[in-house]
């Protein structure tokens, strides 16, 4: 097992392209020649998802964009998950890339694109459907891990000071690591109409998922999750014996993690608690229509609105110069964190997510702080600007911050530079990278992030259908 920030300086292109057993022409590309597996050595096909290849790579006029479209829109299916038939059921577990390992996050954000696709494609949809029922085991076994081997194998962290167990790879509690499987299966049944998904099993993952949103509000003392590690990196572990910085309970839920595996410096991370309104919601749809159960939908709804009243009565803040906005991170007493991160939920992401609409002006004055010199974590680089991460350090680039201003935007122009940005810092590798050095993108981290590249496969996707002439143009 290797940890995320042990690829934090990995511009070896060479050992990327042997590793995935893909052709060495990676580093000295001139005629684009596909980086995926050979077909043989690929994990999952799907006729839908190699049909959209083929059509989307037509519309597309510049070269090296379509190369990275079909190298990366494919990339989950090619390299990182597993299908099998678990006691009738279809059981997906899907790895990140070069981490050995299922986050609930990554899992989900990882099919996502694929969901448009399912119609047409019944392997594809039970695909899907196996990583629903998988996610729903994994929130069985514990509800505040974040990822987890396949199986009881044990794991690099586990004498983290938390309650690991062996089916745990890392238990850092995250929010959004309980929304992204409402998230996927909330949408696989409106675009399946499916409901086997939602059997007993996902019922009591449901029922879980809101106990531990309550736990975590912190109401009544601070609930049974703690960690600590012993690191050198101060945002690895967590302060106050490993319950985190104070909290007033004002309705929030607590994260003491952000979706970027750091430690939150202020335990309300609000776009997290903007996505669990939205997640709870939908499990009140889903317990309304499918279970039939009207008390643990009125519950799902009750604890949403208390959220989301607590949103707009703590979240809401001044910057001194920008005017009021959305707060990254609050701690109920008036303390504020004004820093964006890359991971989604991120401010930039809220509409993304479907908590407010891309007008919000709030909204809009947060993703002007965001984008802006007065973000710590922003960087212009020689090939176009970026938010960076602590995570990664200073002036390293996340392109996940550059696709996701491109899917919230309705500005052409400004998806048009974000494309660009996008084509022109692969690292020559044909790939989208976990973050690269500002002015020199041979330098990046996480040479096989299968997130990032479905994530670029889903904004020219969305970019073909809506805006199909910016395909047209040459980005060089």
Same mark, same amino acid.
């Given at each position: ?21 893909l ?10 020649t ?13 006729d839908a998802?190699?049909?959209t ?19 990366c829109?494919p ?9 099998k ?12 890339g070069?981490?050995?390992?299922m ?17 047409d ?22 509800p505040?891990?974040n ?16 309650d ?8 850092k ?21 499916d ?24 109401k ?14 101060q ?14 309970p004002?309705g929030?839920?607590?994260?003491i993690?952000?979706?970027?595996d750091?430690?939150t ?6 776009p997290?608690?903007m996505?669990?309104v ?5 499990l009140?749809? /889903?317990? %309304?229509?499918?279970? !039939? #159960? ?9 604890? =949403? ?8 009565a ?9 005017g ?22 991120s ?15 709030l ?10 010199t007065?973000?710590p974590?922003f ?17 390293y ?20 530079a ?13 790939? /989208?990278? %976990?973050?690269?050095? !500002? #002015? ?9 992030? =299968?997130?990032?590249n479905?994530?670029?496969g889903e ?7 809506e ?10």
């Amino acid at each position: 097992m290797v940890a995320r920030r042990d690829f934090l300086k990995n511009g070896a292109l060479l050992a990327g392209a042997v590793s995935l057993g893909l052709p060495k022409t990676v580093l000295g590309w001139d005629g684009y020649t596909s980086q995926r597996p050979p077909m043989a050595q690929r994990k999952f096909t799907s006729d839908a998802v190699e049909k959209t290849i083929v059509a989307v790579k037509k519309q597309i006029a510049d070269n090296k964009l379509a190369w990275m479209f079909e190298n990366c829109f494919p990339n989950t299916l090619d390299t990182t998950v597993n299908y099998k038939v678990v006691d009738g059921k279809p059981d997906t577990f899907v790895i990140t890339g070069d981490i050995n390992a299922m986050w609930l996050r990554d899992s989900s954000a990882q099919v996502w694109p694929y969901l448009a696709l399912v119609k047409d494609d019944q392997k594809l949809q039970q695909l899907i459907a196996g990583v629903i029922h998988r996610q729903a085991k994994c929130i069985l076994i514990d509800p505040y891990a974040n990822a987890f081997n396949d199986g009881p194998t044990g794991s690099e962290w586990e004498k983290d000071l938390t309650d690991m167990k062996p089916e745990l790879h890392e238990r850092k509690w995250e929010i959004d690591s309980l929304c992204y499987p409402v998230r996927l299966a909330y949408h696989y049944w409106k675009n399946t109409n499916d409901t086997k998904v939602f059997d007993d099993q996902y019922k009591k993952a449901a029922h879980l998922i809101v106990k531990t949103f309550k736990e975590q509000q912190r109401k009544e003392g601070k609930g049974p999750y703690k960690f600590q590690r012993v690191t050198a990196w101060q945002s690895d572990t967590v302060p106050n014996s490993g319950y985190g910085s104070p909290m007033l309970p004002v309705g929030l839920i607590v994260s003491i993690f952000r979706p970027s595996d750091d430690a939150t410096v202020f335990p309300f991370l609000i776009p997290s608690n903007m996505f669990a309104v939205v997640s709870l919601r939908q499990l009140a749809e /889903i317990s %309304e229509n499918v279970y !039939k #159960d009207a008390a643990f939908a009125k519950e799902c709804t009750a604890l =949403a609105d208390e959220v989301d009243r607590a949103i707009k009565a703590y979240a809401i803040v001044e910057h001194p110069k920008l005017g009021n906005m959305y707060g990254f991170e609050v701690d109920g007493y008036g303390n504020r964190l004004f820093i964006d991160d890359t991971n989604v939920p991120s401010l930039l992401s809220i509409p993304y997510l479907g908590y407010t609409t891309a007008d919000d002006p709030l909204y809009q004055a947060s993703r002007h702080f965001v984008w802006s010199t007065f973000h710590p974590w922003f960087y212009q680089g020689k090939f176009g600007d970026g938010v960076g991460s602590p995570h990664t350090g200073e002036n390293y680039i996340w392109p996940m911050s550059i696709i996701m201003k491109a899917l919230t935007s309705h500005d052409k122009e400004e998806i048009a530079a974000c494309i660009k940005t996008l084509r022109n810092t692969d690292g020559n590798t044909g790939f /989208i990278h %976990e973050s690269y050095q !500002k #002015d020199d993108p041979t330098k990046f981290t996480r040479k096989w992030f =299968a997130w990032a590249n479905t994530l670029f496969g889903e904004l020219i996707l969305k970019v073909s259908n809506e805006y199909p002439e910016l395909l047209k143009r040459q980005y060089a």
